[in-house]
């Protein structure tokens, strides 16, 4: 009985390739959209910070327009320039710098001129009578957002 087993059937190197090119294949054109997906956030970071920083200091300007024509006061008008600027810099650097108040913002030792803009901004936010104008800060504010990187 064992003389009538044949041995396994042997398979050309063709199949194996086959197989090899029906896993391979179908993986790369899964794998490569997302590839070029990834590359090109990685490309265009700087773009991204770019459109943040305009769309920030179209806020800005807005805010000084609607002071100057009194859709605003000037208490609330320091409020939406630190809410809008605190925003911008959680969205660059990811810290919750929207939730931090003045002395945790210089503890985290942070640019010196941010620092700056938010302590004014706590005296004309908070204050019974603002010492700095809302034109002030918003030229104070504009110059932090054009230099942060």
């Known amino acids: 009985?064992?003389?009538?087993?044949?041995?396994?059937?042997?398979?050309?190197a063709i199949w194996a390739w086959l197989l090899g090119a029906m896993t391979v294949v179908p993986l790369a054109l899964f794998a490569a959209p997302r590839i070029r997906e990834m590359l090109?956030?990685?490309a265009n970071r700087p773009k991204?910070?770019?459109l943040m920083r305009s769309r920030?200091?179209?806020?800005?300007?807005?805010?000084?327009?609607?002071h100057a024509a009194g859709i605003v006061t000037a208490?609330?008008?320091h409020t939406l320039i630190s809410s809008t600027v605190r925003n911008f810099v959680s969205e660059r650097?990811?810290?919750?710098?929207?939730?931090?108040?003045l002395a945790e913002i210089e503890q985290?030792?942070?640019?010196?001129?941010?620092i700056e803009l938010i302590r004014s901004l706590y005296v004309g936010a908070f204050s019974a009578a603002p010492t700095g104008t809302v034109a002030d800060s918003v030229g104070l504010a504009r110059e932090v957002v054009t230099a942060w990187s």
Do not use: F, H, N
């Open 48 to 50: 991204a910070l770019d």
């Open 75 to 77: 208490r609330e008008a």
């Open 93 to 101: 650097t990811g810290q919750p710098v929207e939730a931090m108040t």
């Open 1 to 12: 009985m064992v003389d009538q087993l044949a041995g396994p059937l042997g398979y050309s």
């Open 56 to 66: 920030c200091l179209r806020v800005i300007a807005c805010i000084g327009k609607d």
């Open 40 to 42: 090109s956030r990685r």
């Open 108 to 114: 985290w030792g942070t640019d010196p001129a941010l």
